[in-house]
Nanobody, 123 residues
Framework: GQLVESGGGLVQPGESLRLSCAAS????????MGWFRQAPGKEREGIAAIRSDGTTSYADSVKGRFTISQDNAKNTLYLQMNSLKLEDTAMYYCAASRSTLWWLLRSIDFGDWGQGTQVTVSS
């Protein structure tokens, strides 16, 4: 399969962005999808994931501000990011998982990755 992220950009604190991840070669019925991010000098962090039935999992750092969703008809994963903070600046990646432990938001449980899209929050 192939994953292609888009929608990143430069925004000010408090603003919003919506990231998209176009997926090909995946069947949502047997894959969970997730969003990860990596800031310079930091480890990759799992921030949100969604199972085929719509069950979601969020990291505490984004809970209440970010919303993950998927449009099965368009084979597209989304991440709506509201109330962005300076510390949200990172490269954002989408990924696919066939693990039952997808909800732990660990990189090791996700086997396919997109190339990433940069999100920069700056005043």
């Amino acid at each position: 399969g192939q994953l292609v992220e888009s929608g990143g950009g430069l925004v000010q604190p408090g603003e919003s962005l919506r990231l998209s991840c176009a997926a090909s070669g995946y069947t949502y019925s047997n894959s969970s999808m997730g969003w990860f991010r990596q800031a310079p000098g930091k480890e990759r962090e799992g921030i949100a994931a969604i199972r085929s039935d719509g069950t979601t999992s969020y990291a505490d750092s984004v809970k209440g501000r970010f919303t993950i969703s998927q449009d099965n008809a368009k084979n597209t994963l989304y991440l709506q990011m509201n109330s962005l903070k300076l510390e949200d600046t990172a490269m954002y990646y989408c990924a696919a998982s066939r693990s039952t432990l997808w909800w732990l938001l660990r990189s090791i449980d996700f086997g396919d990755w997109g190339q990433g899209t940069q999100v920069t929050v700056s005043s």
